[in-house]
């Protein structure tokens, strides 16, 4: 069997029930023990599946951004074939956790939904971090790469990285006492454009030194 093969018929569906994993047990939560606080998600269960949502969107969308990283220390393009299904799993797991706000916590009461977007700046934030996963979401297959081209495709796609900053910081905003949890998801955010960074001045530099013609 190719390592082609391997990937697409072994390696790749692991990845998918993997990433299935956090929300299977959020169904086996709800479905098993109820929506009681007696339940197993706490004396707010609609708060506690909202934030479960949320910090599995997070962390998906870091792991996403880790993969080109990985790719360059390990030496090999293998993670790469896997980024797309981790960036679609954020976008999915971003999806569910507005749906849960939208449906559990406001009750469809688009009003006061609006008014939140508006006067909560971490629902604003919130907000501006989804609307740029929709079109990285949406333009993630091979189709969309051709008919916007690779150079197009590829500055969309640095919305990424800002939508990593924007998805922290909206962590960090809704936080009023104990921060270390979303300083965490800070500092690994902060590697992970750190090690782009420094990557990128060094293939300037190397290109600077190329010898010409
Ligand atoms: C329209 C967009 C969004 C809305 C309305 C929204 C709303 C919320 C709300 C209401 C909370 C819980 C606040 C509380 O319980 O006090 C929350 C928490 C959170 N959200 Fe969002 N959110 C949005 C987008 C996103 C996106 C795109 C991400 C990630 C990429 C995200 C990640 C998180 C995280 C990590 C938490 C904290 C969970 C925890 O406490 O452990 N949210 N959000």
Redesign the pocket.
């Known amino acids: 069997m190719t390592p082609e093969i391997r990937i697409r018929w072994i390696a790749k569906p692991l990845v998918f029930a993997l990433c299935l994993g956090p929300l299977a047990w959020l169904l086996w939560q709800v479905f098993t023990l109820g929506l009681t606080p007696a339940g197993g998600l706490g004396a707010n269960p609609i708060?506690a599946i909202?934030?479960f949502l949320?910090?599995w969107?997070?962390r998906f969308?870091l792991v996403t951004l880790a993969i080109s990283p990985l790719s360059g220390v390990i030496g090999r393009p293998t993670p790469i074939r896997f980024r797309r299904m981790l960036g679609l799993f954020?976008f999915a797991y971003?999806t569910l956790?507005?749906s849960s706000?939208v449906g559990f916590?406001q009750r469809f009461d688009w009003g006061d939904i609006w008014g939140d977007i508006v006067k909560r700046n971490y629902?604003t934030v919130?907000?501006a971090?989804?609307l740029m996963?929709v079109p990285l979401a949406a333009t993630s297959t091979k189709g969309m790469v051709r008919r916007l081209g690779g150079a197009r495709w590829l500055k969309l796609h640095r919305l990424v990285y800002v939508a990593g900053i924007t998805?922290v910081f909206?962590?960090t905003m809704?936080i009023k006492a104990d921060l270390r949890?979303p300083m965490a998801y800070a500092a690994v955010l902060a590697l992970l454009l750190g090690y782009r960074v420094v990557r990128r001045k060094g293939r300037r530099r190397r290109t600077r030194k190329a010898p010409s013609g």
């Open positions: 708060e909202n934030r949320g910090d969107a997070l969308l954020a971003a956790h507005i706000y916590d629902i919130g907000m971090t989804f996963l998805g909206h962590f809704m949890e």
